[in-house]
């Protein structure tokens, strides 16, 4: 059974750091991300990594402060969050997908990060 599962969020104050963790079980992905939804508002793509080129891609919003990174071994996936700001405030999913293109087939069940003012 493929799962992906999801820890590290919590209340953190603004220009404070948190660290998100993606543990994936059942298969290996090409691609794994994190995505957020703030309250009210629609999903939105926060970072992704493929597995074989080491390449990443940010959300403009969270670039310079945030960082997507890997253990191979674990089948995990990080994010490092810095400098942290109310708008941060989102549950985040982790997203994979089997290819390097196209839409993110497996989800985590989110884990909530509210930034306090």
């Known amino acids: 059974q493929v799962q992906l599962v999801e820890s590290g969020g919590g209340l953190v104050q603004t220009g404070g750091s948190l660290r998100l963790s993606c543990a994936a079980y059942?298969?290996?992905?090409?691609?794994m991300g994190w995505f957020r939804q703030a309250p009210g508002k629609e999903r939105e793509f926060v970072a992704a990594?493929?597995?074989?080129?080491?390449?990443?891609n940010y959300a403009d919003s969270v670039k310079g402060r945030f960082t997507i990174s890997r253990d191979n071994a674990k089948n995990t996936v990080y994010l490092q969050m810095n400098s942290l700001k109310p708008e941060d405030t989102a549950v985040y999913y982790c997203?994979?997908?089997?290819?390097?293109?196209?839409?993110?087939?497996?989800w985590g069940q989110g884990t909530q990060v509210t930034v306090s003012s």
């Open positions: 990594m493929r597995w074989s080129e080491i390449s990443t």
């Open positions: 997203a994979a997908r089997g290819s390097p293109v196209g839409s993110f087939k497996f």
């Open positions: 059942g298969r290996t992905f090409d691609t």
